[in-house]
């Protein structure tokens, strides 16, 4: 039977990506929080109609305009006294204004303050969920890092096992609540998110705070002022590091006793092999040196508008002048014996389509930790294989805290 002729359409919406790999990924991690209500298919899916492939200032605007919309439409409902519905639409444009923040740097299209708005949305949406999740800063370097605290449902404030969720280069302390947050608090966890030095919503209020390679240094003052509450067991905190994250997680394991296991969901070992392999050799090694300002108005034609995006973000984060500059600074990102170092269970993720050079990655770490390790390689059958399995986050938090309960649900004998 053909429906080629049909009078009934059942499906407006055309299932469509882009031809730009990193547009596809940017795509599916927005549509992967939909697992625990940061997204819809459906406003995902539509908003593709309005941007311009590989163009980031068509991406930061499109996505801030549905951002907007729905953010609009929270706070209606929140005027009219609708909780719940204010609730699900503001934790939704504060993934789109995340979203849209992400190629906004540099970009004449979309916004710098579409950061600011994510937070806002979510801040606004956390008083509403049941338990209200709560803001919480952690004092640092004379400033602060900002993040929130989420705990389980129902129960006396007993001591709980407690997971601090690290994220990497690009990620905030509210994308970190769909992949950690929620489906902790689900098992009876109390879990940290927060962004650190060189993600953007620290950034935002530290201009200075860029990232540093000692990342244990911010993350000793996350676990001193975690610990100090009543309701955070201090034999029983773990850490999860998300890409460049879980290098910074893996440094804090080398270094703190009170890290009682790590997950490294992708172990990074290198990161500047990481980005070498990303971006390519023949940029990575470039003779010329490149810094923001010269690549301002540059022509598409003469170098590509994410790569002048690129330029912009990563001498901004990491508080260089120059691509050599930033080239030279990640000589000091790497692991090295630290690796050996690591003596907690660890839980090391992949996925099977990151490429070699994460593989490779992933294969040092496990070979190279002393304490127990259990290695999961991710498959595209489990539609997981993408990076920090944004395509089926669900199975990640299975995964993740099934492993977790194994070993520190219960408070030792």
Not at 78 to 100: I, N, P
Not at 252 to 267: E, F, K, Q
Request: charged share 25%; with cysteine; proline share 6%.
């Amino acid at each position: 039977m053909s429906f080629e002729d049909s009078d009934v359409v059942r499906s407006a919406v055309r299932v469509e990506g882009f031809r730009d790999d990193e547009f596809n990924y940017q795509l599916i991690r927005a549509l992967g929080v939909a697992d625990y209500g940061g997204s819809t298919v459906g406003e995902c899916l539509a908003v593709v109609a309005g941007i311009t492939d590989g163009s980031p200032s068509s991406w930061a605007g499109a996505f801030e305009r549905l951002a907007r919309r729905v953010e609009e439409r929270g706070r209606a409902c929140l005027a009219e006294g609708h909780r719940v519905s204010a609730r699900d639409h503001l934790l939704r444009a504060s993934t789109y204004f995340r979203t849209a923040e992400y190629y906004a740097e540099g970009s004449s299209g979309g916004t710098a303050r579409a950061g600011e708005r994510s937070q806002a949305c979510f801040s606004d949406a956390a008083g509403l969920l049941d338990p209200p999740v709560e803001r919480f800063e952690v004092t640092f370097g004379g400033g602060h890092l900002p993040g929130y605290l989420i705990r389980p449902t129902g129960g006396p404030e007993e001591p709980r096992p407690t997971l601090v969720g690290v994220g990497g280069f690009d990620s905030s302390a509210e994308e970190l609540y769909f992949h950690y947050g929620a489906p902790g608090a689900e098992r009876g966890w109390n879990v940290f998110v927060f962004d650190g030095p060189g993600q953007l919503g620290c950034l935002r209020g530290n201009p200075s705070m860029t990232f540093r390679p000692d990342y244990e240094v911010p993350l000793a003052a996350v676990l001193d002022a975690l610990c100090a509450l009543d309701d955070v067991d201090a034999g029983r905190v773990a850490l999860a590091g998300q890409s460049f994250g879980a290098y910074f997680a893996a440094r804090s394991a080398a270094t703190d006793g009170r890290v009682r296991a790590l997950v490294a969901d992708p172990p990074v070992v290198d990161m500047g092999r990481y980005m070498e392999a990303w971006v390519g050799s023949e940029v990575y090694n470039m003779k010329r040196d490149i810094r923001p300002e010269d690549v301002s108005g540059v022509p598409e034609d003469l170098m590509p508008r994410q790569m002048q995006w690129g330029i912009e973000a990563i001498c901004s984060r990491f508080g260089v002048s120059s691509f050599h500059a930033w080239r030279e600074a990640m000589g000091a990102y790497v692991l090295g014996e630290l690796t050996g170092r690591i003596t907690c269970p660890v839980l090391a993720l992949v996925g099977e389509r990151e490429g070699p050079e994460p593989r490779a990655q992933f294969d040092a770490f496990v070979a190279g930790v002393a304490g127990p390790v259990r290695p999961v390689v991710f498959r595209p059958a489990d539609g997981a294989a993408t990076h920090c399995q944004a395509d089926n986050i669900r199975l990640a938090a299975q995964v993740t805290f099934d492993w977790l309960d194994d070993r520190l649900a219960a408070p030792p004998a």
